[in-house]
């Protein structure tokens, strides 16, 4: 399974970036998938994640409204669409698959790191003030 992010970019304040995760080995309309971001001298934290059917999307309250997760299920890939970005949302994004098929999530289960079996490389995003 190989997870490709892409996307990234430098940007300022108020501007949008759309991130994508496309994958191969594991078809991802049976798998829910999330995204993370990691900033200098930072844990990784939950960004956004979305249920495996696409019916359920869940977000960190930090980009609740900002940002939107989607999945193509036709082109095997899920987007992160990233608007209204903020200096502190300056951090790698990573993607990451769900290691078991159809999971139904627990609340607040995808937010952890375990779910998930397979990342991305991670995607530089830089926000400038």
């Known amino acids: 399974v190989q997870l490709q992010a892409s996307g990234g970019g430098l940007v300022q304040a108020g501007g949008s970036l759309r991130l994508s995760c496309a994958a191969s080995?594991?078809?991802?309309?049976?798998?829910?998938m999330g995204w993370f971001r990691q900033a200098p001298g930072k844990e990784r934290e939950f960004v956004a994640a979305?249920?495996?059917?696409?019916?359920?999307?869940y977000y960190t309250d930090s980009v609740r409204g900002r940002f939107t997760i989607s999945k193509d299920n036709a082109k095997n890939t899920v987007y992160l669409q990233m608007n209204s970005l903020k200096p502190e949302d300056t951090a790698v994004y990573y993607c990451?698959?769900?290691?078991?098929?159809?999971?139904?999530?627990?609340?607040?289960?995808?937010?952890?790191?375990?779910?998930?079996?397979?990342w991305g490389q991670g995607t530089q995003v830089t926000v400038s003030s």
């Open positions: 990451a698959v769900d290691r078991i098929t159809r999971r139904t999530w627990l609340p607040n289960y995808y937010k952890a790191t375990a779910p998930y079996d397979y």
């Open positions: 080995g594991r078809t991802l309309s049976n798998y829910g």
């Open positions: 979305i249920s495996w059917s696409g019916s359920n999307t």
